[in-house]
C-alpha cells in the first residue's frame, strides 16, 4: 500500500511538468506567428517594389535600377533648383478619383500641373486634354492610400505620370509634374 502511494505521487508531478513543458512550447510558437505576421505585414505595407518575379529577373532588375536612377537624379534637381529654373507650368483641372481599396470608400482629390520643356509642347497638349486626363485618372484610381500617403509614394506617382505622359507626346518633353492640391478623404 505505501509503495502504491509513493508511486501515485511521483507519476503526479511528471504530469504537471509535462503540462508546462507543453504550455512553454505553444506560448513560443504563438509569438512566433504573431513576430512572422507582424514582419510580414510591414514588408508588405512598406510598398517597395524591389521584389523580382522569377520569370523575367533581368529584365525586372535592369527595370527597377533605371527607375532608381531616374528618381536619384529627380530628388537632386528637385532639391537643387530654385524657382526662376522652373519651366512653363501647364495646369490641368482638378481630378477626383476612388482610390483602390478592399474595406472602405477613400478617394482623392487633386489637382495638377506640368513642367513643361517648351511653350510648343502647350498646344499638343491642348489637343490631347482628353487622352491625358484618361491617363492620369488611371494611374491615380489604381493606387492604394498607403501607396500615395507618403512623400516617397507621392513622387513614384508623379514620375509615373510624366513617364505615361512622355511616352505620348511629341513636340517636347514633360519636365515634372506638381500637385498643387492634394486631399485624401
Do not use: C, H, W
Amino acid at each position: 500500500m505505501a509503495e502504491e502511494k509513493k508511486g501515485a505521487e511521483e507519476s503526479a508531478p511528471k504530469e504537471k511538468k509535462s503540462s508546462n513543458m507543453l504550455m512553454i512550447i505553444i506560448i513560443v510558437i504563438l509569438v512566433l506567428i504573431i513576430v512572422i505576421g507582424a514582419v510580414v505585414a510591414v514588408l508588405l505595407m512598406n510598398g517597395d517594389s524591389g521584389a523580382v518575379d522569377a520569370t523575367a529577373p533581368q529584365a525586372k532588375e535592369r527595370t527597377i535600377s533605371q527607375t532608381k536612377n531616374r528618381t536619384m537624379q529627380n530628388a537632386t534637381i528637385d532639391n537643387t533648383r530654385s524657382l526662376s529654373d522652373i519651366g512653363v507650368l501647364y495646369p490641368l483641372d482638378t481630378f477626383t478619383v476612388n482610390l483602390k481599396s478592399d474595406s472602405d470608400r477613400r478617394y482623392l482629390k487633386t489637382t495638377i500641373s506640368l513642367e513643361l520643356e517648351g511653350k510648343e509642347l502647350s498646344a499638343e497638349l491642348d489637343a490631347k486634354t482628353a487622352v491625358l486626363r484618361d491617363r492620369i485618372i488611371r494611374i491615380l484610381s489604381s493606387k492604394t492610400l498607403g501607396e500615395i500617403s507618403s512623400k516617397k509614394g507621392k513622387q513614384k506617382v508623379s514620375e509615373q505620370i510624366m513617364n505615361t505622359l512622355n511616352a505620348m507626346i511629341t513636340d517636347g518633353r514633360i519636365k515634372g509634374v506638381y500637385f498643387t492640391e492634394f486631399v485624401i478623404q
